[in-house]
């Protein structure tokens, strides 16, 4: 059964933070997440036909010299894609559709402490982990903040966030002597310890969205669709191109099966899995 309370306390929340810079003030714990628009190109990715979300995306300049970034809906399939579909993993050559950048796009959304919660109990169903992007200052309660790090083209870079200034979060794209990289941070749903601390379907935000998530496992029935991006990282950085953080190696285990790092002709790329909830 829907909990009506969610939309309420979403549209709630939404009112007070856009009051300008009073309410800014009088409400400083508010939580911001990313969720995944669903749709197909840009138009329906905008989220600029809901009032109380806001469209936000990080550009990611692929390398150069492959040139292979790609996503589901590249080989004829829908964007999105029925839940038992298999990602192609294909490396090279590329698709025709391959695009020298990774866009992300993202509805930032203001919820309440525990709109998003856990979907078990159990730790050994990983089937219903699933991450949002975090884009205030801190993650729901019962979640947990991972970071991860992509380096990105270092030639030319052109990595961008469209967004309204102070809505990335902590959340980083730079150039430049910064170095090329994107830096996104995400709010990682695991497993509880207390029934009363789950939830057992996915708020209503009055739009369809999507959340991280496992492509490659068996789909349980709250995916409705699911789809997958390929960002082509840098072959040239210098660094640990495969970064998360903080180091808890349990979680960054379990973690990297939503947020993967592939090798492709021995170097690191980064996918992107995401389902459909909504």
């Keep these: 059964m829907k909990n009506p309370s969610n939309v309420l306390g979403v549209l709630l929340l939404y009112a007070v933070s856009c009051g300008g810079e009073r309410a800014r003030d009088a409400e400083p714990d508010r939580i911001f997440v990313g969720v995944i628009p669903f749709g197909i190109g840009k138009a ?4 600029k036909a809901n009032p109380y979300a ?11 010299d ?11 399939e829908g ?3 029925l839940p038992d579909a298999i990602k192609p993993h294909v490396a090279f050559p590329c698709p025709r559709t391959s695009r020298p950048s990774t866009l992300l796009h993202f509805c930032r959304v203001a919820v309440e402490e525990h709109t998003f919660r856990p979907l078990t109990t159990d730790a050994q169903e990983q089937e219903h982990f ?7 200052e801190r993650c729901p309660a019962g979640s947990v903040q991972i970071l991860k790090r992509i380096y990105n083209e270092d030639r030319e870079n052109k990595n961008a966030f469209h967004g309204a200034t102070g809505t990335q979060g902590p959340n980083e794209s730079t150039t430049g002597i910064r170095g090329a990289q994107t830096t996104l941070n995400f709010c990682y749903f695991r497993a509880t310890t207390s029934d009363a601390a789950t939830m057992s379907e996915f708020p209503e ?7 991280f998530h496992d ?3 068996a789909q349980p029935g709250w995916v409705l669709s699911k789809r997958w991006q390929l960002s082509d990282d840098s072959n040239n950085s210098s660094v640990d191109e495969n970064y998360y953080a903080p ?7 379990e973690f990297m099966h939503i947020i993967e790092n592939p090798a492709r002709d021995g170097r690191s790329d980064t996918y992107f899995d995401m389902a459909q909830v909504r």
Excluded: P
Excluded at 66 to 76: A, K, Q
Excluded at 205 to 211: A, C, E, H
């Design 205 to 211: 935000l009055g739009f369809r969205y999507g959340v």
């Design 130 to 136: 699933y991450a949002v992007l975090l884009l205030g």
């Design 54 to 64: 806001l469209s936000v995306s990080f550009e990611m300049d692929d390398e150069d």
């Design 247 to 253: 180091s808890n190696a349990e979680e960054i285990t």
């Design 215 to 217: 492509f490659d496992v």
């Design 79 to 81: 964007t999105w894609v």
């Design 66 to 76: 492959t040139r292979c970034s790609y996503e589901s809906g590249d080989w004829g």
């Design 44 to 47: 329906n990715a905008s989220c």
